[in-house]
């Protein structure tokens, strides 16, 4: 049976390493358990106790301990159930994909495979593995440094410089006189 955590018996998961959550990751949980679903909210809660406050690190690490909390909740025979029907339908699309094979359908394999692709992750997700890295945009502009070298030249070395490099052709300096 579930528990109430709402009144204040919340469960933290560990860091990956084992590490104890930072007191903001405490204060942002408690303040969820307690109601408080606005993400704008709770990173308010997240500054006030230290931590980045931005919406991306809040938004993630909430999704992770929701996660790891429903993952908790699974009894263990259900997820036991749920993986062996996963591996079940692998073991069919393996089998669609060796008849695809023998009568040469591309269509098919192709499709066999990607089923088993979506199989294969949701299997591991089961059993808590990432399968996905999300990117990070960039949103406005970023500055970019950039050191342009300025060489100062005096008007007598550019006009030898261009006389040196006169080919004779007419084309270039003209000549004075």
Not at 89 to 118: H, K, P, S
Request: glycine share 12%.
């Amino acid at each position: 049976m579930r528990e109430n955590y709402s009144q204040g018996g919340f469960p933290m998961r560990k860091g990956p390493t084992g590490e104890e959550p930072l007191p903001w990751q405490e204060a942002v949980w408690r303040s969820y358990c307690q109601g408080n679903r606005r993400i704008g909210a709770l990173q308010a809660v997240a500054q006030e106790n230290g931590g980045p406050g931005t919406y991306g690190t809040v938004r993630r690490f909430l999704d992770r301990q929701l996660t790891a909390l429903a993952f908790q909740d699974l009894a263990a025979e259900e997820r036991a159930a749920y993986e062996h029907g996963l591996l079940a339908d692998l073991e069919e699309a393996a089998a669609v994909y060796d008849r695809a094979v023998e009568t040469g359908d591309l269509n098919g394999q192709i499709g066999a495979l990607r089923t088993r692709a979506a199989i294969r992750e949701k299997l591991a997700a089961s059993r808590g593995v990432v399968t996905k890295r999300e990117g990070r945009e960039h949103a406005g502009q970023v500055p970019i440094i950039v050191e342009v070298p300025v060489v100062a030249v005096q008007p007598q070395e550019q006009e030898a410089a261009a006389r040196a490099n006169d080919s004779g052709d007419g084309e270039g300096l003209e000549a004075e006189g």
